[in-house]
């Protein structure tokens, strides 16, 4: 809870003060107490209480069963595909998402609209159908089935499958953050570096990247948070190999399966904190980003 | 400038380990054959404990150290995965049919793959039974029960489940099979227990936790041994098995997957692995996981736990599953009428 208010008192503080303190907009405190008790209950009924039963269930059977089921090889072996994936996927988003932003906000170009809406595509594609884009294309039956298969390269129901697929859910992330903000910023300061001598990997680096950083790793962690949680498109071309090509997410969903509860939101209670830490990594970024709008940028 | 130096290096070291996961990840594989079986839901439990014993046999009559891998998913969706390029060196799927489709899509086995083994290479066998709450407050006993109004029945879908389809058709040769029974009778039979089913899940164990984790219905249709397995787990004072008076014989089959062992080379290992199946040591532990065994001397160990029950043969009544799923289940099938009727 404490978080929560304290970006919101970082962010609009003065809005929402001068909002009270206005007779002309001030709220019946009657209302103002009912929509604070509507918000905190569907906080507490759809966050914190399937978050602390997640913990609950997980340790319900004790400490050492909850250690074995994250150390038993199948689940290490989750664990390692997990943080694979995002280490491959979220550098590959990273760099298109600069190279997206970059393009749409800094260039003219017929098509710009298309292509921004090309960048919000895998948000509107149900994950599974991404999945199975996949299978349709690198499958046995697919477009480029034969060819591989002589080949002898494995991408559906191996590691290079459940990349695509991740980078595929994951791709609108950094590019989304990014492109707002430097609409915003405009092209200016990348102008008058340019007109001072720099050249364009100096420009790059001096000025626009240090204007973006806040930005960009906030688009970085979501696209991370994503990364190491989607089931539905990683399920359709992970062929459920267990120790090889199951993540944690399908890893969760085997144990349920297997009646063993108690291993099951153990290793969920790892994708969870795994979560809250991504979330405290974020409102840390949100600090920064509203203490760089105020006192300007001291890294 | 600090800023973007050291998220450098902290990109830096993020890239090393991941080199380092992927390295520790590459060398766990190690230099012994690896064999995948895919599989279908109920018989996790079951392979888990049969490739540890494979593999301590191999490893005394040839000294090669075996690693078996094992997915698990509804039947029909397993065999899909292995027509797309998933590699598997052994199929042990719920039905024939989904096998055959490994003939049809990629001619990856033989057309006679079933002649190979013994006994259609179904080396265990299963049937389908009730799992009710217990104290059996619906009174079922037979299928006429999960026909009346108020009964709330959970299966799975038989469009992707293997179970869901050996499920269904007991209840249309039960109804077949009675005095005075046509195949209109039994249609309207079928008809009248799918319209008391509430959940129709993807696969076997869907519909077990639908109906032991989230308490929904009054019967589940289910596999022998998956109802024996979830009285295992979740407690035998919670359910109970109601065996119906005539119900079919399901022969889940197994076969080595041609294309993909010449590939790999791990034929012999393949083969061996599901002879091994019908040796006694195989047969005694698959009656131990709840499947009906082959041979006489490991059915007559386990005579206590399985009820005997009357069963009849999907060769008998409904001509093999070829002619059972293009009339049952393709498109337009009976189960798709009834489906859409309701």
Redesign the interface.
């Known amino acids: 809870m404490a978080g929560a208010s304290g970006t919101l008192d970082l962010r609009g503080r003065s809005a929402s003060a001068r909002f009270e303190e206005n007779p002309a907009t001030r709220d019946n405190p009657w209302a103002r107490r009912i929509i604070l008790a509507t918000s905190l209950a569907f906080f507490a009924l759809f966050l914190v209480m399937p978050l602390a039963a997640v913990f609950v269930e997980a340790l319900r059977r004790g400490l050492s069963v909850y250690v074995a089921a994250l150390t038993e090889p199948d689940a290490l072996s989750a664990i390692k595909l997990t943080l694979i994936v995002a280490a491959v996927s979220v550098p590959m988003n990273l760099v298109f998402g600069i190279a997206a932003a970059w393009a749409i906000t800094k260039f003219d170009f017929k098509g710009k609209q298309f292509l921004i809406t090309l960048i919000d595509l895998p948000f509107s594609v149900s994950p599974v159908i991404a999945g199975l884009v996949f299978v349709l294309v690198f499958g046995a039956q697919g477009w480029f089935g034969p060819w591989l298969r002589e080949n002898d390269i494995k991408v559906i129901f191996a590691v290079p499958g459940i990349v695509l697929a991740t980078v595929f859910v994951t791709f609108p992330f950094v590019a989304r953050e990014l492109i707002p903000l430097m609409q915003a910023q405009g092209t200016e300061e990348e102008e008058a570096a340019l007109t001072l001598g720099a050249t364009g990997w100096q420009m790059f680096r001096r000025v626009t990247l240090p204007n973006i950083k806040w930005a960009l790793l906030y688009g970085v962690i979501l696209c991370n948070a994503r990364a190491m949680g989607e089931f539905g498109a990683v399920s359709v071309v992970s062929g459920h190999i267990r120790g090889l090509t199951n993540t944690m997410p399908l890893h969760v969903e085997i144990l349920y399966n297997e009646y063993q509860f108690a291993a099951a939101f153990a290793v969920a209670s790892l994708l969870a904190l795994l979560a809250l830490l991504t979330l405290a990594l974020k409102s840390y970024i949100e600090w920064r980003t509203a203490q760089q709008g105020t006192v300007g940028d001291t890294p | ?4 130096a050291a ?1 450098r290096g902290a ?1 830096t070291s ?2 090393s ?2 080199v380092a ?2 390295i ?2 590459g060398s ?1 594989a190690g230099h012994t054959q690896t064999l ?1 079986n895919v599989s279908y ?1 109920p018989t ?2 079951f392979y888990q404990e049969y490739n540890a014993a494979f593999i301590k046999h191999w490893k005394e009559k040839t000294g090669e150290t075996l690693t078996f ?5 509804g039947s029909s969706k397993q065999a899909r ?1 292995v ?5 598997a060196d052994v199929v042990t799927l719920a039905l024939a049919y989904d096998i055959d489709a490994l003939h049809e ?2 001619k990856l086995i033989p057309a006679d793959w079933q002649k190979r083994l013994p006994h259609n290479s179904s080396p265990y066998t299963s049937t389908i039974v009730f799992l009710v709450r217990k104290g059996n407050p619906k009174g079922i006993k037979d299928w006429p029960d999960l026909a009346r109004p108020g009964v709330e029945v959970i299966t799975p879908n038989p469009k992707t489940s293997g179970g869901a389809r050996w499920n269904y058709l007991a209840a249309w040769g039960y109804a077949l099979k009675q005095p005075g029974g046509t195949e209109d009778k039994a249609r309207e039979f079928v008809k009248a227990i799918y319209q008391n089913v509430k959940v129709l899940d993807s696969g076997a ?2 519909s077990t ?1 639908t109906f032991t984790e989230r308490g929904i219905g009054d019967v589940l249709i289910s596999w022998e041994n998956e109802a024996f397995l979830a009285l295992k ?2 407690g035998p004072e919670k359910y109970e098995i109601v065996v119906p008076s005539l119900t079919i014989l399901a022969e889940p089959p197994v076969t080595v997957v041609d294309k993909v062992v010449d590939k790999r080379g791990t034929r012999k290992q393949a083969e061996a692995y599901l002879e091994y199946l019908y040796s006694e040591e195989g047969q005694v532990l698959a009656g131990k996981h709840f499947y009906r065994p082959r041979s006489a001397k490991a059915a007559a160990k386990y005579a206590d736990v399985f009820v005997k029950a009357n069963l009849f043969t999907i060769d008998d009544v409904f001509g093999g599953w070829q002619k059972a799923q293009k009339t049952h289940f393709s498109d337009g099938g009976t189960f798709d009428q009834i489906h859409a009727k309701r």
Do not use: K, V, Y
């Open positions: 400038m600090s800023g973007p998220r990109r993020f890239w380990l991941a996961l992927g520790t990840f766990s995948l839901d996790r439990e891998r094992q997915s698990h998913g995965s027509i797309d390029g998933l590699e899509n990629g164990r869907g936790t787990e979740l």
